[in-house]
């Protein structure tokens, strides 16, 4: 099993609800830029398909705060 490190974050804003798809790239395009190795989308707002176009534009793979919570959901239940 490969080790992940968490040393470092990089964090640009981008609202789900009433920003624009664009936003939303841009913001993952600026974490992509700075390294980042998984992008996280912190809000419930954000959808699979929000996550599979952030994957898609930066080549980073992307997980919404949604398909976090049933994945915990599912190991415990």
């Known amino acids: 099993m490969r080790g992940v490190q968490f ?3 990089a964090i ?4 789900p609800y009433v920003g624009s798809a664009e936003e939303i790239a841009n913001a993952a395009r600026q974490v ?3 390294g980042a190795q ?3 989308l912190d809000c419930v707002g954000y959808t ?3 996550a ?4 898609r534009i930066t080549g980073v793979p992307a997980i919404t705060a949604r398909s ?3 994945r915990l ?3 415990v239940a």
Not at 12 to 15: D, G, R, T, Y
Not at 52 to 55: H, I, L, N, Q, S
């Open 7 to 9: 040393a470092d974050a």
């Open 12 to 15: 640009a804003p981008a609202n």
């Open 32 to 34: 992509a830029a700075d």
């Open 38 to 40: 998984i992008i996280f």
């Open 48 to 50: 699979q398909a929000m």
């Open 52 to 55: 599979d176009d952030v994957t």
């Open 68 to 70: 976090l919570a049933v």
């Open 73 to 75: 959901v599912a190991a």
